[in-house]
């Protein structure tokens, strides 16, 4: 059997992967709306999703929270100046996509 791409994606809890397309909109459209604890950071040279998901929530595979709410794709990688909508409370995203 072969290991898919998002395999050893982090789960948040209860064993359920919430890194799917349909989560990463349900994100996007409550950062927009303003109904997450956001904080928001201007991405400097040579920063990854995953450096600032390791500072943030302990865990460089939860990247993809950052990505949703900043609606900038799959990647971990963005150029300097993107602006990250970053949640700031893993629960909100638990109870919002859970």
């Given at each position: 059997?072969?290991?898919?791409r998002y395999d050893r994606t982090a789960r948040i809890s209860g064993g359920t992967q919430f890194g799917t397309?349909?989560?990463?909109?349900?994100?996007?459209r409550a950062a927009r709306?303003?109904?997450?604890s956001i904080e928001?950071?201007?991405?400097?040279?040579?920063?990854r999703?995953?450096?600032i998901a390791g500072q943030f929530y302990g865990d460089g595979r939860?990247?993809?929270i950052i990505a949703a709410a900043s609606g900038i794709g799959w990647s971990p990688q963005c150029p300097a100046g993107t602006?990250?909508?970053?949640?700031?409370?893993?629960v909100q995203?638990?109870?919002?996509?859970g």
């Open positions: 059997m072969a290991i898919g397309s349909v989560s990463a909109n349900t994100i996007h709306r303003g109904n997450l928001h950071r201007v991405l400097r040279e040579g920063q999703l995953d450096q939860l990247w993809w602006v990250l909508f970053i949640p700031t409370d893993l995203i638990e109870n919002l996509v």
